[in-house]
């Protein structure tokens, strides 16, 4: 079970960091994403981490997004800075964004495995 949490209401050019914790399994070596929804849009992902590590972002959150994890927490961070109105959505972190990238490329993915849940409000005035 992921549990995310930090999200706010902030003002434009404010930041925030979301966390996202587990029960049952370790993030270190598992391909995970930050995805987000906003109402009426479709699932989008916001920025993926590979199991090697390697960080990947949506373009219009490049250099303002940091996705880390703290592996002695295991706990995944998405450290969002100079946050703007059209990031305003319910943020959710979910595994296997490859295959949510798959699925989207051929037609076939409506996000709803990926951003289902709680997640943790973030919005932006």
């Known amino acids: 079970q992921l549990v995310e949490s930090g999200g706010d209401s902030v003002q434009a050019g404010q930041s925030l960091r979301l966390s996202c914790t587990a029960s049952?399994?370790?993030?270190?070596?598992?391909?995970m994403g930050w995805f987000r929804q906003a109402p009426g849009n479709e699932c989008e992902l916001v920025s993926r981490?590979?199991?090697?590590?390697?960080?990947y972002y949506k373009d219009s959150v490049k250099g303002r997004f940091t996705f880390s994890l703290d592996r002695a927490k295991n706990t995944l961070y998405l450290q969002m800075n100079n946050l703007k109105p059209e990031d305003a959505a319910v943020y959710h972190c979910a595994a296997d964004p490859a295959i949510f990238l798959t699925l989207r490329a051929r037609g076939e993915n409506n996000g709803a495995s990926w951003c289902r849940g709680q997640g943790t409000q973030v919005t932006v005035s």
């Open positions: 049952g399994f370790r993030f270190a070596g598992t391909d």
């Open positions: 981490m590979s199991p090697e590590g390697k960080t």
